[in-house]
């Protein structure tokens, strides 16, 4: 379960850093919980209760940040899990926002895109006092979109809060970033490029698999096939397939005719996890710990690069730390969907709209200056350099702020202080 893991690193992290109790206890907690029960009316005229969660982590470095869920898995430990994963994202990637997460534990595909709107206004309506541009701004993640975000942007609006800032991943024709539909994906690429360079290798020929078709699963593959990379397996829900060479663009068109991945005629399905055939680079761009041990002991690649959220368990990362494979961790990997929501807020906030290519080279420059502070440190220790970095950084913020007040802060000195009194 992600929440265990997530929690493991974290608390090694404190020990690590010497955080004193009363810090660790400001990270480790969440600033706010909640938790909404909705009634639906399926179109059947049956009744269903659904559960769904926001939680905010931190909100040190900016409103919340985060996007929210439909999957079938979702539960509140998990949401806060990834919650605070975002406020270490945001932090390491410089962004001026904090981390949170929501979800519905509801399975996208047995709802009827009327029963999905409404599920979305009822979910909006009951996190709306908590939520806006300035307090924690939603965005897509597994199982939603630019259609659920303008669902969530106009249920926001009907309540009396018409903001566009409320929302990243919307529509275009609502405000929504150009880029940001392929951001994720391609920032993933481009890590899988500056991490390879790193190693001493190049992208150019080098064979990946990618676990996951979704919205970043699909936009790294199309990257890293322009970059020159051999797409060599993909999976998605259904299973995988592999071939030597994947045309990308060929298998997402069979897929968006509605095909099942697994038919795909110019290539051969693969029994088990897709990371598990042959390659240079696995990525797992689909769901948190789909890398168990089991996973890991049949994988041959030399570099592993988080597109998901947690998808490497303790014991596939233990693995691959006894065979020297390094693993570029996901606050690092999946930023740019992050950075690029970060930038769609900001063109609301000054009524801008920036071309594709300006930002997506902004988005691709972030992420340059984040690698840039992993560039020279040992690649086995890319996870930990990194969760640490962002971690100090929210203390930075939260002593600065007074909201953890050290014996030495004040500005005029203490009355204790004789030289002072
Ligand atoms: P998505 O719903 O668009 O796609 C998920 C994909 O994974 C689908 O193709 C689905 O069929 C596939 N899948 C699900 N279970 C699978 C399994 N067991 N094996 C193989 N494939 C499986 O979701 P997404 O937005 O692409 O998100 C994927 C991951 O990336 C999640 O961990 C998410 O939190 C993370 N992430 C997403 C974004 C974003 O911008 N969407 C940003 C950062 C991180």
């Given amino acids: 379960m ?142 939603t979109g630019p259609t659920t975000m303008g669902w969530a942007l106009q249920a926001a609006a009907d309540a009396g809060k018409a903001d566009p800032r409320i929302v990243t991943g919307k529509p275009v024709v609502l405000g929504g970033s150009q880029f940001r539909a392929a951001a994720t994906g391609v920032g993933v690429a481009h890590i899988t490029t500056q991490a390879l360079e790193t190693l001493g290798g190049s992208v150019q020929g080098t064979r990946v698999a990618i676990e996951g078709f979704g919205s970043v699963g699909l936009w790294t593959a199309l990257e890293l096939e322009e970059r020159g990379a051999i797409v060599v397996g993909v999976s998605d829900i259904t299973g995988a397939v592999h071939a030597d060479s994947i045309e990308v663009s060929g298998l997402a068109k069979w897929v968006d005719e509605g095909n099942p991945l697994t038919a795909y005629p110019d290539a051969d399905p693969w029994e088990g996890s897709v990371l598990t055939v042959p390659t240079d680079v696995a990525i797992p761009a689909a769901l948190e710990g789909t890398v168990t041990g089991t996973v890991a002991e049949g994988m041959t690649a030399r570099l592993v690069v988080e ?74 220790s890319w996870r930990t350099v990194a969760l640490d970095t962002a971690i100090l950084r929210v203390v930075e913020a939260l002593v600065a702020s007074g909201n953890l007040v050290q014996p030495s802060d004040s500005d005029f000195g203490t009355a204790s202080n004789p030289d002072e009194t």
């Fill in 2 to 143: 992600l929440k265990d893991w997530e929690s493991q690193r974290f608390e090694t992290a404190v020990e690590r850093l010497g955080l004193d109790d009363v810090v660790a206890c400001a990270l480790r907690c969440a600033h706010r919980t909640i938790s909404v029960e909705m009634p639906l009316q399926r179109d059947d005229g049956s009744m269903v209760i659904l559960s769904g969660y926001r939680v905010q982590h931190s909100q040190a470095l900016g409103p919340g940040k985060g996007g929210f869920r439909y999957h079938p898995s979702v539960t509140l430990n998990d949401v806060s899990a990834l919650a605070r994963l975002m406020t270490w994202k945001t932090s390491l990637h410089r962004l001026p926002f904090g981390g949170a997460k929501g979800g519905v534990a509801i399975d996208p595909a047995s709802f009827t895109p009327r029963e999905l709107r409404d599920v979305t206004r009822s979910y909006i309506l009951g996190i709306l006092p908590v939520i806006g541009p300035e307090v924690d701004v939603l965005a897509p993640d597994v199982g």
């Fill in 307 to 380: 597109g998901a959220n947690g998808p490497v368990t303790p014991d596939a990362e233990s693995i691959f730390a006894s065979r020297g494979v390094p693993i570029v961790p996901d606050v690092v990997a999946n930023g740019g969907g992050v950075i690029s929501s970060y930038f769609e807020w900001v063109q609301n906030q000054r009524r801008a709209s920036w071309t594709e290519r300006k930002e997506r080279g902004r988005v691709l420059a972030r992420l340059d200056k984040t690698w840039a502070r992993l560039d020279d440190v040992p690649p086995q």
